[in-house]
């Protein structure tokens, strides 16, 4: 079996299980254990490790997941590419249920979670104008675009809190700004890849049209998980194949991303 992988996907609500014939593996990180053991196996000729972001069972509030603990867990075998998938709702009246966006953005309206492994020895500013990946991103938007996905190239992302739905008077904020999609998850996963250097790409499935696009509508969780669950097998075929057309050689400006910067402790 693997027990090295380059490319690990986090799987969001609903999205529990990935790779068929796989490893589990039990990783200690100093920010203690991930959400779940990782499941490291092949996907073509791609070495992957699975992680499932809530744990099985959906046991993690979107608060309460140890992110830091995640990202260096995966780090720390061989991962150097992200993909994350995740359910989020719609602040367009164009993206309906079933829409996929590829965010090229991220606002983030999260508050109290630890959001960064340098909180100690020594200041560290990353750079963080351009949140993820563009060659994930194009090869995500390419792949998703040939298997028949109504895909949205670009868009913001604005992460809530949680675990509680926006407020109709807070989504339609959002849009008012111009924002794209709604969701829990994708901070501080995001900040927190780049820190490591590693290349991350969102997978954003609309689920609904959260609570402010028209009046009367407001999202529950029982209807994201049942649409994310009528998608599942789809999305597992797409992040499937998303995985074998990620490049093999990164020559995006995430490995870069900690260059010239003096850090107070090794990275895995």
């Known amino acids: 079996m693997v027990t090295r992988a380059d490319i690990a996907v986090i799987g969001g609500s609903g999205f529990y299980s990935l790779l068929d014939e796989a490893e589990e593996l039990q990783v200690e990180t100093p920010y203690g254990p991930p959400s779940d053991v ?46 994350a998938p995740s359910a ?52 995500a938007v390419s792949v998703a675009r040939a298997e028949g996905w109504p895909t949205v190239d670009g868009g913001t992302l604005v992460v809530i809190e949680g675990p509680r739905f926006s407020t109709r008077a807070e989504s339609q904020w959002f849009a008012s700004n111009g924002w794209t999609i709604v969701g829990m998850t994708g901070h501080p996963e995001a900040v927190l890849a780049r820190e490591l250097a590693l290349c991350y ?48 050689e990164r020559t995006c400006p995430c490995g870069h991303a900690l260059d010239g910067i003096k850090l107070p402790f090794e990275l895995p």
């Open 38 to 83: 990782i499941t490291v196996g092949r996907i073509g000729s791609r070495t992957v490790a699975f992680l499932p972001r809530h744990g099985r069972g959906h046991r993690y509030p979107p608060h309460r997941i140890p992110y830091r603990a995640n990202l260096w867990a995966l780090r720390s075998l061989g991962v150097r590419q992200v993909l």
């Open 88 to 139: 989020v709702g719609s602040l367009r009246q164009e993206y309906g249920p079933g829409a996929l966006v590829i965010p090229d953005q991220l606002v983030d309206r999260t508050s109290g979670r630890p959001q960064t492994y340098y909180d100690e020895g020594g200041a560290v500013h990353v750079t963080f104008a351009d949140p993820y990946c563009p060659a994930g991103r194009a090869a």
């Open 201 to 248: 790409t969102s997978l954003s499935l609309v689920t609904d049209h959260d609570a402010g696009v028209e009046v009367g509508e407001g999202v529950s969780q029982e209807e994201v998980f049942a649409f994310f669950a009528a998608n599942i097998e789809r999305m597992r075929s797409l992040v499937a194949k998303v995985v074998e057309a990620l490049p093999e």
